[in-house]
DNA sequence: TCTGAACGCGTGACCATGTCACATACAGGC
DNA sequence: GCCTGTATGTGACATGGTCACGCGTTCAGA
């Protein structure tokens, strides 16, 4: 089956559907780096599956997740390449097995020209993470550390059952990984959380949600 | 003269540009508020001249400069609205008075389709300032107050003269006005800066300007 | 001209968070 | 069982945000 059914690409035109049909999809191994820093924009990328996480990274080695690119979506950092001539500025890791079509940039730009559905899924795409982005910097701007990190629990939660380690929840929440260990300790104690090696159980859902909900004026 | 000769629209073909001309600029005075958040969007904005402030603000009242409209450019919030259906996140406020053009959504969506030049002057801008949102993370998540600061006072500097109140500054930054009270104030007995009311003049620039592009590794 | 209110600024106390330097505990290969 | 790398816990400290003031200036209106 042809990729171009996968991808919410929406409606497109034979000709494009062909277009994009040429493109083969390349497998990409979880933990293996798309682009990093400074690099030059290769062609405007689409996730098939898996999910690839967009990071920044200070100077001191911390990092906050940019945003996560689900099946589907468009990784829009190599979009601001191709359209401004900037290089990234993000890093983008596989955070898990990922298969991704890789859309050169003359096909892109052409695409673009030509394909009114095409542009509205970069459009939109564009639209949603600038969205995205405006939410992070409120969260890092505004919100307190205890708010963000029930956040991201909630968002990685799976059957009550978070998988990642501190230093993984540091990064999604940009934040320092002792500061998790002891905003957790805090939860646990509280009773909201049980932690263990590399994971985390939700005990008190409820009190997390209203926690990642809190706008700060606590 | 027509305003479309002033805008950074790029060539355009002539029905184009009758057609833009056919929208009448509007004066807006000097700390009117364009837009808040929850909004709808009205339609696509272009300033011609003057500046408008875009800020993020916190549930606490603190606030933060998400990105300044200069002549030519557009105000990309506006936009989202447009492509994405969402609400402004942000609240636009006329820094100076300003002159703008307001392009009505069915105008500015059949330009977007029609009209490639108009097409990549909106998707310029939008690249642009998704580098910008990106860097004010950076900038939030891993610069320190004190280069952040000096970064402030220099792009608001004329003639080593910043006319700004602490309160505009700490919202320029994203920080609290306290804050920016005792940096100015080190600043002061560092010899680099001299404040007064409502003023600050600049005493060592190149001081300033390495602070700037300090990287946080001190 | 006086006066009260709004504004701009300085400051001390305190809390939240980030940073640094460790110690400890566990897992998996040998 | 022993090493080595990884995950975590923790104390001490620096920075920055918040709160609660006080003090001087400006300015409109009585």
Redo the contacts with the bound molecule.
């Keep these: 089956m042809a990729w171009t059914d996968h991808a919410a690409l929406g409606d497109l035109p034979e000709r494009a559907r062909r277009l994009l049909d040429s493109v083969h999809p390349v497998d990409v191994p979880a933990g293996s780096v798309l682009f990093r820093p400074g690099e030059a924009a290769q062609g405007f990328v689409v996730v098939l599956s898996g999910r690839i996480d967009v990071f920044l990274t ?1 100077p ?3 990092e906050i997740l940019l945003y996560s690119v689900a099946p589907g979506q468009s990784c829009i950092q190599t979009t601001l390449g191709l359209l401004g001539e900037e290089d990234y500025a993000g890093e983008a890791v596989a955070a898990t097995a990922c298969h991704v079509a890789l859309i050169p940039k003359g096909m892109f730009l052409s695409l673009m020209d030509d394909v009114p559905g095409f542009r509205g899924f970069v459009f939109t795409a564009f639209a949603t993470r600038m969205q995205n982005m405006m939410h992070l910097l409120e969260m ?9 990190l029930a956040g991201a629990l909630l968002e990685l939660e799976e059957d009550g059952l978070v998988m ?7 990064a999604r ?13 805090h939860f ?1 104690r509280q009773g909201w959380v049980e ?6 159980r939700i005990r008190d859902r409820a009190t997390l949600q209203r926690l990642a909900e809190m706008d ?3």
Tied chains: 1, 2.
Excluded: P
Aim: hydrophobic residues 35%; proline residues 0%.
């Design positions: 200070g001191n080695g911390r890092v701007a505004f919100q307190k550390i205890e708010c963000r990642a380690t501190q230093a993984v929840l540091a929440i940009g934040s320092a990984r002792e500061v998790v260990s002891r905003r957790l300790d646990t932690t263990d090696r590399g994971q985390v700060g004026t606590d």
